[in-house]
């Protein structure tokens, strides 16, 4: 009987939003992520804030405890226009996480260069950039991911044969009840269609515990302390691991320091390692020690996000819906036009953020969807996205690409 | 002849045709001999006129956080460390006030008050000072309410005014119309007056547009239709995007601009993309001064479709920089504009062919562009100011007009 173990699975990812872009812009200015400095909501003074409250102090917590606990290990994704933008303006968030990874304890999975929803409009495309992406963690890290995450967790069984097909050992999708019935994600699974990849599904209701509700005061459970989760956990079998995923962003940012999240992560190994049948595993140890349960059917796309788990909140209204899908109409002329400045453009209005904030289901899910947004309104915020796209499309139109 | 004026806006501090048409109209009448003093609830002292005196009602003790939007419903009114609520009523309690205060001291022989929010200050100073009051209805709250009853307020203010006034003037006889089938207004108590343009007015355009994109666009083929003014229900907008969705599908090389501001903004935006034409559509802002006469000079057609328009002063400026101009038949500019097409507000599928049209047949456009031209140069707002000394004469003199 093997230990059973947490595997803690931090997301992070930085957006390149889109500046105050204009109709008179289009055709003049193809600058569009040159967000203003003097707003506390440009790109560049986003990722100096997350990086004070956030990326330092949890990465140097996360390296106490993978020196004080061997047992301790932690995942990572981390995208590539985070990396991009931590290499511009926060180099030392970026050897902070080289630090992390030469530990040898902590892992890092593959994923779209520019957190994009690619894999539903252009299979093409979205191979290239999960290259990409293989590419700069290699060049950064050292690393070869073998563990596939799609933006926003989002998966079905088409992904799950398209990550056996290119050689992945593990893919991670969301643990939903409705897909899960009566099995637990706490088990490993394999997706319908496949062969050998596993999937690690995520709990939802502990990761959210962490992510959503800890400094929820009015949370039955408030306080959480690192005490009561691991009593949780412990008391919850038959269990073979616990698949903690979450943003990355949830320690000082959504859930901030003074609500003592810092404290509760940094205390969480003393007492889960309490017990000797407990440990921490990494992505590849999980898919070592553990053998699929049963196989899981997805056919419909599920994701992380709101109460529904779909895309909605980033392809539910038909602004959203002609947005993207203008964008990845304009695939081909872009990718024949050779020019490096335009098919970087058209790759970074494709990540997922800038259909996001076009979300106006707010009733439901607002609370989560409002945390963050650079712009007044959805409406802005697709006005703003179509100029820059009308703008692009003129470039490929100087080029006699398009008419 | 002094004249004590009402209004409520005046460019540049406007958000729609009714400032523009004060001023206009306050030009012609003062070169027709009007000696005027237009008084409005807050006008800044640096940008003053030289045809007449204007008195901001409210003085600089009361300055308000607000004063971009002259229609929103309340503003904060500060005075000193204090500040408070300040409503679209009290605003007029506070106007009628202010101006029972001016007339009492200034020197007049007449009232003419513009629009409903003006008319309880209107009727107070007739009380008061015994003068005749004229009243000029550019808009009914049914023409703002897109055709419905709207607040039974304003209503009750507009037909209150209209009766006590010595006289009635209404845009268009589309209005006058409608203030004797909903008001029961006599109609011989109510006179026309036509807005209009003066060609002298209209502002040099030079060679580079700010709308670059467009003007490349334009030049592989596509076309633009474009809107300017509020983005309200009362235009007419959502018959305008369903028609423009079905010209789109015979002429996919279209786009439609709409440039100004209003509450059913974001609902357009929802229709368009949920009609698949938001990557053809755009919504522009609120545009006055190079960037509003490049609106024009970027449009193949302006389109007008309102629901209940008392008269549309923006259809005779886009005719006047040479825009073909398509409007409802439920449109008071189209007494004046003959070379204008025309289609009821509701009816899309002919509105659909009328666009397509205008933008296939280059004959059609030049035809509509050099008309209109030519009945635009005979227009001027002189006819309106020697139509409306006619009436001041005859309620001071009496004599009649």
Known sequence: MSKKAIVLYLHAHQPYRVRHYTIFDTGNYHNYFDTNDDDPDSNRRVIEKVSAKSYLPTNKLLKELLERYPEFKVNLSITGVLLWQLENWAPEVLKSFQELVATGRVEIAAETFYHSLAFFYDRGEFEQQVQMHRDKIKELFGLEPTVLRNTELAYNNELGVWAEQHGYRGILAEGWDPVLGWRSPNFMYRPKGTEHIKLMLKNYKLSDDIAFRFGDTEWKEWPLTADKFSHWLSETNPAEMFNLFMDYETFGEHQWEDKGIFGFLEHLPEHWLKNPDHTFMSFNEALDTFQPEDEIDMPYTVTWADTERDLTAWLGNSMQQQAIGSMYALGEPVLSSDDLAIIDDWRKLQTSDHFYYMCTKWFSDGDVHAYFSPYDSPYEAFMNYMNAYHDLRWRLVQKGLLE | ?401
Request: with cysteine.
């Open chain 2, 1 to 401: 002849m002094k004249v004590l004026m009402l209004g409520w806006e005046l460019p540049p501090h406007n958000s729609g045709g009714l400032g523009v048409a004060c001023l206009q109209l306050t030009k012609a009448l003062a070169s027709s001999g009007a000696d005027i003093e237009f008084v409005l609830p807050h006008y800044p002292s640096d940008s003053g006129f030289e045809h007449m005196k204007v008195t901001s009602a409210f003085t600089k003790a009361q300055q308000f956080l607000e004063i971009e939007n002259v229609y929103d419903s309340y503003k904060f009114k500060v005075t000193g460390e204090h500040r408070e609520y300040f409503n679209i009523s009290d605003q007029q309690s506070a106007f009628e006030e202010a101006v029972s205060y001016i007339a009492s001291r200034a020197e007049f022989d007449i009232i003419h008050a513009h629009e409903w929010l003006t008319f309880r200050a209107a009727l107070r100073a007739k009380w008061e000072t015994g003068k005749p009051l004229v009243v000029h209805i550019h808009a009914l709250e049914r023409d703002r309410a897109g055709g419905a009853d709207g607040n039974p307020l304003v209503r009750e203010i507009e037909a209150t005014a209209m009766m006590l006034a010595d006289q009635v003037i209404a845009v268009s006889e589309y209005t006058k119309q409608a203030i004797v089938d909903d008001y029961g207004v006599p109609a011989d108590k109510i006179k026309v007056v036509h807005n209009s343009i003066d060609v002298e007015d209209f502002m040099p355009v030079d060679g580079y547009n700010d709308y670059k994109y467009f003007v490349d666009l334009k030049n592989s083929g596509w076309k633009v239709m474009s809107y300017v003014g509020r983005i309200t229900i009362q235009k007419g907008l959502t018959h305008l995007l369903k028609a423009a969705a079905e010209t789109m599908r015979r002429e996919p090389k279209t786009f439609v601009m709409f440039v100004g501001n209003g509450e059913q903004r974001d609902e357009l935006i929802e229709l368009a993309a949920g009609l698949g034409i938001a990557d053809r559509t755009f919504f522009v802002d609120f545009q006055r001064g190079k960037r509003l006469r490049d609106a024009f000079k970027v449009s193949d057609l302006f389109v007008m479709p309102s629901v209940s328009e008392p008269f549309g002063l923006v259809a005779l400026e886009a005719a006047g920089y040479d825009v073909p101009v398509l409007v409802s038949k439920q449109s008071g500019v189209a007494e004046v504009l003959q070379s204008c097409l025309k289609v009821d507000y509701w009816d899309i599928d002919e509105m659909a062919n009328l666009m397509t049209s205008v933008l296939r047949e280059n004959a059609l456009a030049g035809e509509l562009r050099n008309n209109a031209k030519r009945e635009f140069e005979r227009l001027s707002w002189n006819g309106a100011a020697n139509n409306l000394m006619n009436i001041y004469r005859t309620h001071v003199e009496g004599v009649p007009a």
